[in-house]
């Protein structure tokens, strides 16, 4: 079952100097915050998701609500593949949850 959850990924790097490109980064921030993703880092988010297909629609979602300026990309992996990670410096941050216990199946 374990190999059924999927990554979905979303790196971007938006121009935010005027403050219309400041405004659409800041909106499509909050939409990927208001999907359930969390930041890795800055400007690189992941949500997990339950298998590729709900990873095609969240896609399409991103897709609608990103901004006309700037370079937004998509990756999806397994969770095993996701798992895999080496962190070579920094600390993870521990106090987020981020593994599918905390997904919520309905």
């Known amino acids: 079952m374990r190999d059924r959850f999927m990554r979905t ?3 971007f790097d938006l121009p935010n100097v005027y403050a219309k490109d400041k405004r659409n980064y800041l909106l499509f921030r909050k939409f990927l915050v208001n999907e359930g993703f969390i930041m890795m880092q800055e400007s690189v988010y992941s949500k997990i998701v339950m298998n590729s297909e709900q990873s095609n629609l969240l896609a399409k ?3 609608k609500n990103a901004p006309s300026k700037g ?3 998509l ?3 397994t969770e095993q593949q996701y798992a895999k990670i080496e962190n070579i410096i920094g600390e993870v941050n521990t106090k987020i949850i981020n593994s599918e216990e905390r997904l919520i199946v309905l």
Request: no cysteine.
């Open 9 to 11: 990924i979303v790196f």
């Open 61 to 63: 979602r991103i897709r």
């Open 71 to 73: 370079l937004i990309q």
């Open 75 to 77: 990756l999806t992996i």
